[in-house]
């Protein structure tokens, strides 16, 4: 998934939140109040830090290993090289 995809996806997902949860409403900033939900997740000793990694693991096991980062068992500049094309 390139960059501007994640991008979409995220913003996706804020507002697909806002929907199911009515009571994250929006204040005149347009700054979304996460606070309730915090309260919510604090009960169960649940962090934000959790929640990433939780979605980081769910998502390693869905889509797999990334192959486009180089592997630090393999000589350097062939890395540097491969790496390159596949940033291309």
Not at 21 to 46: A, H, M
Request: proline share 5%; glycine share 4%.
């Amino acid at each position: 998934m390139n960059p501007i995809q994640a991008r979409e996806l995220l913003i996706w997902i804020q507002r697909s939140i806002l929907d199911k949860f009515s009571f994250l409403l929006k204040d005149k900033d347009g700054n979304t109040n996460v606070v309730p939900l915090n309260q919510f997740l604090s009960c169960y000793r649940i962090t934000s830090f959790i929640l990433r990694k939780i979605g980081a693991d769910h998502a390693s096991r869905v889509h797999g290993l990334d192959d486009s980062y180089p592997d630090p068992d393999e000589d350097e500049d062939e890395n540097e090289d491969s790496y390159m094309v596949s940033l291309l």
